[in-house]
């Protein structure tokens, strides 16, 4: 008996992973993705995603059940084919253009008895309010009755050791029985636990709640670190003995902003269809994307008031920066609050240098020279800017060496050493 077909379109941080758990659950996979330089290095075993070692990409390959391409006739004959594309914001509004483009594209192989799940973050109704009718157009054939179509949103945490795509349980759903059936057995080829819900549009707003809880809560105790250093109160040493409380709290803690492609993304998706549906703003979401995006800014301003104390004018200083990407342990730029940080010191006069040991060097804003870890760079600098916390950075060398550290992540001691 042949294997089945996937195809996953995509294949980044969310869709080559799945693609790679698949191929070792005995599909046989084709990863599209519109970028003719990353299927090139795909095809090479090359791989740009943390979480997948080139010899696991290796693997994939040797088997000859992975194929990277860019070409869409590649698709024919599929069983199931999950979409992952970004679903960026565009001045504020859903850019779902990615999404469309994918749906029209894979459409004309859509057939009788496949299944096709969109794992894109979006607001309720995408699934079957867009791109139902992309696939039905392109196929002349229906959903239900012909194919089948569900949602099931991505959990993909870059950089997390614990909680990988197939210990996470994932949410499923369908646009009736029959295809919330073939969505949920085939997740449970792949996942450990599955978490089938009523409708698409439930597990859409699934997807949104989690991403803006985590928004708001981010928001909160930023708001409360930037009043509580102007009060002269240690935030942190009050959140960890908060976190003390075994009932009725969850630590969230600090930092220089949110990146990624969800956190500053995915509660606006929810923000947007409440206004334009409802007519009303959906303020506590409003709010935490107002204050997260402050604190870029907040943090240039605090190493800028650090280096005045020091005798240092922020105009010409040199600083170093620790990390660049969106969240420790990963080169992922996008959305990035330290590139944002990186970008207000160098507009105030400054000389940023960073180091970043795993964005890929294109991605690296201009102006900024990446530099190794070493003791003489801490110790030429007029200031050390903690922003992502990568745990190979080494932080005794950074305070041994260091005139004065702005730490953003609360990784740093010392008495020369001032936090968020």
């Keep these: 008996m042949n294997a089945q077909k996937l195809v996953v379109i995509g294949q980044g941080y969310v869709g080559l992973p799945l693609a790679m758990r698949a191929v070792e659950a005995g599909l046989d996979v084709v990863g599209l993705d519109v970028d003719a330089d990353r299927v090139k290095r795909l095809a090479c075993g090359e791989s740009f995603v943390e979480d997948i070692p080139a010899d696991r990409l290796g693997r994939a390959l040797a088997s000859g059940r992975y194929r990277p391409s860019t070409e869409y006739p590649d698709a024919e004959g599929f069983d199931i084919c999950v979409i992952t594309v970004p679903t960026p914001l565009r001045d504020g509004v859903p850019d779902l253009s990615f999404v469309e483009q994918a749906g029209t594209a894979v459409g004309p192989y859509v057939r009788r008895g496949c299944t096709v799940v969109l794992e894109s973050t979006t607001y ?9 009718p992309l696939l039905e157009a392109a196929s002349g054939l229906r959903s239900p009755g012909d194919f089948h179509l569900g949602y099931s949103p991505e959990r993909i945490d870059p950089g997390n050791p614990t909680w990988r795509l197939e210990n996470t349980p994932k949410v499923v759903s369908g646009v009736d029985a029959a295809s919330l059936e073939r969505v949920d057995g085939f997740y449970r080829r792949l996942v450990e636990r599955t978490v089938p819900v009523d409708s698409t549009r439930v597990a859409e707003l699934t997807k949104l709640i989690e991403n803006t809880f985590r928004q708001v809560n981010i928001a909160l105790i930023n708001e409360l670190a930037m009043a509580s250093h102007q009060l002269g109160i240690d935030a942190w040493q009050a959140i960890e003995a908060a976190s003390s409380k075994p009932f009725g709290f969850m630590p969230f803690r600090p930092g220089p902003g949110v990146g990624g492609h969800c956190l500053p993304i995915d509660p606006c998706y ?9 007519g009303r703003p959906f303020r506590f979401i409003e709010l935490a994307d107002d204050i997260n995006h402050q604190m870029p800014e907040h943090v240039a301003q605090r190493v800028m008031a650090g280096l005045n104390r020091i005798g240092r004018p922020v105009n010409g200083a040199r600083l170093l920066l620790l990390g660049l990407a969106y969240k420790k342990n990963t080169g992922d730029m996008r959305d990035s609050p330290a590139v944002d940080v990186a970008r ?8 940023v240098h960073a180091v970043e040991p795993y964005a890929e060097p294109q991605h690296i804003p201009g102006g900024v020279v990446v530099v190794d870890l070493t ?13 992502t916390d990568h745990d190979s950075f080494d932080y005794d060398l950074v305070t041994r060496h260091a005139r004065y550290v702005f730490d953003t992540r609360d990784r740093c001691r010392g008495a020369m050493v001032e936090r968020l």
Excluded: M
Excluded at 124 to 132: K, M, S, Y
Excluded at 270 to 278: D, F, G, I, N, P
């Design 124 to 132: 309720p109704g995408t699934t079957e309010d867009l791109l139902r």
């Design 270 to 278: 929810l923000s947007w269809q409440v206004k334009r549906t409802l």
């Design 344 to 351: 207000r010191l160098q507009a105030l006069g400054a000389d």
């Design 375 to 387: 003791a003489r760079e801490v110790a030429a600098a007029d200031a050390v800017v903690l922003v």
